[in-house]
Structures are given as structure tokens and as C-alpha cells.
């Protein structure tokens, strides 16, 4: 899934103007299946561009095809109202997996096509 999103990002014409719109993209797997983000950044002078708003969806996209969930861990750099707002209308939802050094997380459960 990680080869995949990073080969359709080198094709993205941004990225070839500029590799570094998109800073500290950190993929990961939990375990095998499960994809995690670990961070994302768009450079400040591309924000309001649509770039964090078409990462996510491919990155989505991608899971939804693999039937793998997307985390993504909840810090304090992420902990502003408008980060938070914009994830859950992207179809994260909390889950805190309680005390600790990590969480609360939010989670975006694949999506499947609907058989009518």
C-alpha cells in the first residue's frame, strides 16, 4: 500500500515542481493490513490548495481498495478544533485506547462498495 501511495505521489505535478509541498509524510503498518499515518504537513506557502485534501483521499482510496483501515495518532500539534473537525468528516472516528504514552487515535474504517 505504501509503494502504491508513493508512486502515485511522484506522478502528482506539485510534486514535481516542489518534492517538499508535502513534509514529514510518514507511513507506516501497524501489523500487516493496516496502514498508519504518522504525520502530514503541507508547507505552509502551498496550504488552501486542495494538496492535504487529494493526499487524503488517495491515501483512503488506497486502504478502502486493500480493506485496511487508516490511523492516524492524535499529538499535540494535531489537537487544534479545525485538524480535528476536517478528519472526522473525512470518516475518522476516536477511539482512545486509554492511559499511556499514545492516543487517543482516529481511525477511518475502510469503506466497501454497497451491493444492491
Do not use: C
Request: hydrophobic fraction near 40%; glycine fraction near 8%.
Amino acid at each position: 500500500m505504501i509503494e502504491e501511495f508513493e508512486a502515485w505521489l511522484k506522478e502528482q505535478p506539485w510534486h514535481a515542481e516542489n518534492p517538499y509541498v508535502v513534509q514529514g509524510l510518514r507511513l507506516s503498518y501497524v501489523e500487516p493490513g493496516d496502514l498508519f499515518l504518522e504525520s502530514i504537513n503541507v508547507h505552509p506557502g502551498t496550504r488552501k490548495k486542495g494538496i492535504a485534501r487529494a493526499v487524503m483521499a488517495k491515501l483512503m482510496a488506497i486502504a478502502d481498495a486493500h480493506g485496511a483501515p487508516l490511523t492516524l495518532e492524535v499529538d499535540e500539534t494535531s489537537r487544534s478544533r479545525w485538524i480535528l473537525d476536517w478528519y472526522l468528516r473525512l470518516g475518522f472516528e476516536y477511539h482512545d485506547i486509554g492511559s499511556g504514552d499514545y492516543g487517543p487515535y482516529l481511525i477511518r474504517t475502510p469503506k466497501t462498495p454497497s451491493i444492491i
